[in-house]
């Protein structure tokens, strides 16, 4: 947990220095998303909280979100059916693995990426600047018949 807070006060800090007030409910918001259990959706956000703030509206998280991201402290992942999902614990671009069934989201950790990047660049004559790498499959749980 020590490295999540870690990740909290990092935010704080950078919206500090941007001018933005830390309200106790952008706080909240921000606690989520630096452990990003799970890459939460803007609504998982508004549930999780919505019960210490009754008078906050989902509007206000994803206001929150978009001005995260805006200071790149939040990595949107974005999905054809709208369905977008946030991590703020590792904002910059990593690789992601996804469950087509229950929508879990894991971070791997690719001893390979560095040379994919390379090989893309050396391959395409890119600079390459950012990358998306998407793998989708079916996670233990529900090949298990528990998801
Ligand atoms: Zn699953
Ligand atoms: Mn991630």
Not at 87 to 112: E, Y
Request: glycine letters at 6%; charged letters at 25%; hydrophobic letters at 35%.
């Amino acid at each position: 947990m020590a490295d999540h807070n870690q990740r909290a006060d990092t935010i704080v800090r950078k919206l500090r220095e941007n001018g933005h007030k830390i309200t106790p409910q952008r706080l909240a918001i921000i606690k989520i998303l630096a452990v990003s259990e799970g890459h939460p959706s803007v609504e998982d956000i508004y549930e999780q909280i919505r019960a210490d703030f009754p008078t906050m509206s989902l509007a206000t998280v994803y206001r929150n979100i978009v001005l995260l991201k805006s200071l790149g402290e939040v990595l949107e992942l974005g999905f054809p059916d709208g369905s977008n999902r946030y991590d703020g614990n590792k904002p910059a671009p990593h690789p992601h693995v996804i469950c087509i069934r229950c929508k879990k989201i894991v971070d791997p950790v690719l001893d390979s990426l560095d040379e994919m990047k390379k090989e893309v660049a050396l391959e395409t004559d890119f600079k390459i600047l950012n990358h998306r790498l998407d793998f989708f499959g079916i996670c233990s749980s529900c090949m298990a018949g528990k998801g």
